[in-house]
């Protein structure tokens, strides 16, 4: 089980979130080759270790947050709110 502290919730169960992408890769611009954009929908890498992804908390407050997990050990070095006005706040 995975614990991921949702920063309206607190610690929750991971049953009651729902993963949304990898939080890794930026949006290429409105102009970019067609081949970056191929990039940015397609491909995607499979990490092994240390891994930002974007996680929902679908079940509880709806939040987006991005969450920092080691793919191999499931370990969550971190959670921070995925919007970026958000996350200026915390700080
Ligand atoms: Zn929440």
């Given at each position: 089980m995975l614990l991921i502290n949702c920063p309206f919730c607190g610690p929750r169960n991971h049953t009651e979130f729902d993963y949304g992408s990898d939080a890794s890769v930026l949006r290429p611009a409105d102009d970019a080759p067609e081949s970056e954009w191929f990039a940015y929908v397609y491909l995607r890498s499979n990490p092994k270790g240390a891994h930002t992804e974007y996680w929902q908390h679908a079940l509880g407050c709806r939040s987006w947050i991005k969450v920092k997990r080691?793919?191999?050990?499931?370990?969550?070095?971190g959670v921070s709110l995925a919007n970026a006005l958000a996350q200026r706040e915390q700080q």
């Amino acid at each position: 089980m995975l614990l991921i502290n949702c920063p309206f919730c607190g610690p929750r169960n991971h049953t009651e979130f729902d993963y949304g992408s990898d939080a890794s890769v930026l949006r290429p611009a409105d102009d970019a080759p067609e081949s970056e954009w191929f990039a940015y929908v397609y491909l995607r890498s499979n990490p092994k270790g240390a891994h930002t992804e974007y996680w929902q908390h679908a079940l509880g407050c709806r939040s987006w947050i991005k969450v920092k997990r080691d793919t191999l050990t499931h370990d969550i070095a971190g959670v921070s709110l995925a919007n970026a006005l958000a996350q200026r706040e915390q700080q």
